[in-house]
C-alpha cells in the first residue's frame, strides 16, 4: 500500500488536472443537476482489486461537475464560504505531514503554530492574553464545547435555566441536548423591532425565574445571526450576565472575524466581555469548510470542562506554553486544522482578510440601496453585518417568484428566511469572489422580474 514515485507523480498529476478542471466549472453555471445513474454509481462500494488512479480520479472529476458551486462569487445563500485555494493547500499539506496535535510533545512545532493562530483570534476579538482556545470542525462544535464549560463552571441542577436569543443557531438547542440539559431549561427570549434579544422582556424573565428559585447558568447571545445579520446589545448583556453570575457565551460563528475591521469592531463591541466565544474561519476568514474555533477567557476552563485520564497515557510529556488539545475538547485524535488557516494568513497578510470583509460590508450595503430603488421590492431592515434582507411588496408568492428566478440564473444562489411571518430573501456577502458587478446583474435581474 505504500505507493512508488511514479505512482506518486502519477497521482499528484491527476489531482492537479482535477483542480483545473475545478476551475473551468466555475466558469459555468453555478448549478449543475444531478443524474441518477451518476449517484447509483458513486454508490457502489471498492472492488478487491486495485484501480489505476486516472480512472478514480475521474469519476471524483464527474463527481464535482454536479450540485451548487460554492466557489463562485454569486453563491450568496446561507452563509457562504470562500473555500480559499491557499486554504486548501493548508488542508492538503497538514494530511501529507501527518502530524498528530493533539498532545504537544508529538510536533511541538506544529502546535505552535496552531497555537499562534488561537492567540490571534483572541486579540482580533479583544480578549485578555491569557484567553485559551481549540479549533474544531465548526460553530456547531464550537457552541457545545462552551456549552459544556458553562455546565462545569456554573449549572447547579434540575432548577438551573439557560437564556437563549430568539434566532440563536440550531447548534445551541442540539449542544445542548447532547450535553444533557433537558429542554425545560432553555428559554427562548423574543426579538426587539431589530430581531435582537429583547432586553428589557430577558429582565422580566431571569427576575421571575430567580423569584421562582430558578439559577441562571448561562446566557446566549449572537453576533451576527445566520438569518439577518443581526447582532444582539452585546455590552447590556454582559452586564446582566454579571449580575446574575451567569457564563456569557457569544456565537460570533459568522460575525467574529468582522472585528477586523473598523465598522465590525463598533458593531461587535462588547464581545471582548464574552466568557466564550465561537468564531468560524470557514465564514468570514474564507477558508475551506472544517475550521472553527472557540476562545475562552479563563485559563484551564476547557482543560477542566474536558480533561480525562487513561493508562495508556502514561507517558504523555507536558511542555510549557503549550497545550494538549486532547484535554482541551472532546476530540482526541484530531486533523492539523492550524495549517488551514496559518498559510493562508501569512501567505496574504491580515490585511488582504480586512479589506475583503470591508468589502463584503460596503456590498451589502450597496445591496440593500439598489434594491430599495426598485418598485415592489422592500428592504425591512438595514444590514448590520454582510447580509442584505429584501422581499416583494405584493407577497411571498412574488417573493418565492424571485428566489426562483435568481437561482435558475445559472450565476445566483441565494437562500430565503422568515421575517414579522413574511417570506424574506437574503444575501450573503462573504465570498472574494463576489464582486460590484455580479450585484449589478442580480439587482437587474430582480428587476426584470419585478417587471414581469
Not at 475550521?291 to 470542562?305: D, M, Q, S, Y
Not at 407577497?395 to 430565503?416: K, M
Request: proline share 6%.
Amino acid at each position: 500500500m505504500v505507493p512508488g514515485p511514479a505512482d506518486r507523480l502519477a497521482l499528484v498529476e491527476g489531482a492537479r488536472l482535477l483542480v483545473e478542471a475545478m476551475e473551468v466549472r466555475h466558469l459555468a453555471a453555478i448549478f449543475a443537476a444531478t443524474p441518477d445513474v451518476v449517484v447509483s454509481n458513486l454508490l457502489r462500494p471498492p472492488g478487491e482489486a486495485a484501480e489505476p488512479a486516472g480512472d478514480v480520479l475521474s469519476r471524483l472529476a464527474t463527481a464535482s461537475q454536479f450540485g451548487w458551486d460554492k466557489a463562485q462569487g454569486g453563491d450568496l445563500a446561507y452563509i457562504p464560504s470562500g473555500g480559499l485555494f491557499t486554504g486548501a493547500v493548508g488542508a492538503w499539506l497538514a494530511s501529507a505531514i501527518h502530524a498528530f496535535t493533539g498532545a504537544a510533545f508529538e510536533a511541538p512545532a506544529l502546535v505552535a503554530m496552531e497555537e499562534s493562530v488561537l492567540r490571534w483570534v483572541a486579540d482580533t476579538l479583544g480578549m485578555p492574553g491569557d484567553a485559551e482556545g481549540i479549533l474544531l470542525s465548526g460553530g456547531s462544535l464550537a457552541n457545545q464545547t462552551a456549552i459544556v464549560c458553562a455546565r462545569e463552571h456554573g449549572r447547579v441542577g434540575p432548577t438551573s435555566r439557560v437564556y437563549l436569543t430568539p434566532r440563536a443557531h440550531h447548534s445551541v438547542r442540539k449542544g445542548l441536548r447532547l450535553s444533557g440539559i433537558p429542554d425545560a431549561e432553555a428559554r427562548s427570549m423574543p426579538a426587539d423591532s431589530r430581531g435582537r434579544i429583547d432586553v428589557p422582556a430577558l429582565r422580566r424573565q431571569l427576575a421571575q425565574d430567580c423569584a421562582e428559585g430558578a439559577a441562571p447558568w448561562m446566557l446566549v447571545a449572537v453576533a451576527g445571526d445566520t438569518d439577518t445579520g443581526a447582532v444582539d446589545p452585546l455590552p447590556e448583556l454582559a452586564d446582566i450576565a454579571t449580575q446574575y453570575h451567569a457564563w456569557f457565551h457569544v456565537d460570533a460563528a459568522y460575525g467574529g472575524f468582522f472585528t477586523l475591521t473598523g465598522r465590525g469592531t463598533e458593531r461587535l463591541r462588547g464581545i471582548e466581555r464574552a466568557d466564550s466565544v465561537t468564531v468560524d474561519a470557514h465564514k468570514s476568514l474564507f477558508l475551506p469548510y472544517g475550521i472553527g474555533g472557540l476562545i475562552v477567557k479563563h485559563p484551564g476552563a476547557l482543560v477542566r470542562a474536558h480533561a480525562a485520564d487513561g493508562a495508556y497515557l502514561r507517558d504523555v510529556e507536558d511542555l510549557d506554553g503549550l497545550p494538549h488539545y486532547f484535554g482541551r475538547g472532546p476530540e482526541n485524535t484530531r486533523p492539523f486544522r492550524g495549517l488551514l488557516a496559518w498559510l493562508p494568513l501569512h501567505l496574504h497578510g491580515v490585511a488582504a482578510f480586512r479589506m475583503t470583509l470591508d468589502r463584503m460590508l460596503d456590498l451589502a450595503i450597496e445591496a440593500a440601496g439598489s434594491l430599495r430603488s426598485i418598485p415592489g421590492i422592500e428592504v425591512p431592515r438595514d444590514p448590520e453585518l454582510s447580509i442584505t434582507l429584501f422581499r416583494a411588496t405584493d407577497g411571498d408568492e412574488a417573493t418565492e417568484r424571485i428566489v426562483g428566478a435568481l437561482n435558475n440564473s445559472g450565476r445566483f444562489h441565494v437562500s430565503s428566511t422568515t421575517i414579522d411571518d413574511r417570506v424574506t430573501i437574503r444575501l450573503a456577502f462573504l465570498h472574494p469572489r463576489t464582486s460590484r458587478e455580479l450585484l449589478d446583474d442580480l439587482v437587474a435581474l430582480v428587476k426584470r422580474t419585478q417587471a414581469g
